[in-house]
């Protein structure tokens, strides 16, 4: 079975602080992705990063990292310099990978307030 | 290029009626999946329909039934509605022979029940 951790269950920083959140995930395939998603209040779920199991590299894009320690089980997003619009819950998910019909397994979700 | 659509986006239902949620996915894809989140919790998978069949499933009662058209649009159907199936209903789509995991979500239906 597969289980995604999101221990921290809001955060509240000022605007300009760093911010980390921590996504610990359980599963018994060899092979698969693990993702961040953004949920506005709209709802809609934002796909912000897709990580394959083998690829280790911690990636950057513009004021958002991404640490990724299989040794750890660990996919931790962390955001630079953060602004209100960052403000959103944001879910680490995880899914098999090489078949056509998988599930994406979700964490329960961060809330990340950013205030002015 | 329209992203994925979902149908009605908020409703109000009371205990033991009937409701259909319709979803139709991104342009190209041929892969539906239905989550349901409750409030303040993670979107649990429901089932996905590839090829007009159940491909997968959660673990969700059979009250929870869906179907796939030729179109590769899709409707989720709750019967017998709880108190507890409150919650946001997403639909996400993907491509079947890209096999990236990657899912396209759309802004979900609201369900109340009451």
């Known amino acids: 079975a597969q289980k995604v951790t999101q221990a921290q269950t809001e955060i509240s920083v000022v605007e300009k602080e760093d911010v980390t959140l921590d996504c610990v995930y359980e599963t018994r395939d060899t092979t698969y992705y693990l993702f961040w998603y953004k949920q506005p209040p709209s709802g809609e779920l934002v796909f912000l990063i897709r990580?394959?199991?083998?690829?280790?590299q911690n990636e950057i894009s513009g004021r958002y990292s991404w640490n990724f320690q299989k040794s750890t089980s660990s996919f931790n997003f962390t955001i630079t310099a953060s602004q209100v619009v960052d403000s959103a819950v944001y879910f680490c998910a995880l899914i098999r990978s090489g078949t056509s019909y998988g599930k994406l397994t979700f964490g329960q979700g961060t809330i990340l307030t950013v205030h002015p | 290029d329209a992203g994925v659509t979902q149908s009605p986006t908020h409703l109000i239902k009371t205990r033991g009626q009937q409701v259909t949620l319709r979803c139709s996915p991104k342009?190209?894809?041929?892969?539906v999946s239905w989550y349901q989140q409750a409030l303040g919790q993670g979107p649990q998978f429901i089932f996905q329909y590839y090829e007009e069949e159940e491909r997968q499933r959660g673990n969700f009662p059979d009250r929870f039934s869906g179907h796939q058209f030729p179109n590769y649009s899709s409707e989720l159907n709750v019967n017998a509605l709880l108190l507890g199936d409150s919650a946001l209903y997403l639909c996400?789509?993907?491509?079947?022979?890209?096999?990236?995991?990657?899912?396209?979500f759309g802004e979900g239906s609201r369900l109340t029940v009451l």
């Open positions: 996400a789509s993907s491509l079947a022979g890209a096999n990236t995991g990657e899912l396209f």
């Open positions: 990580r394959n199991s083998f690829d280790e």
């Open positions: 342009s190209g894809h041929d892969t």
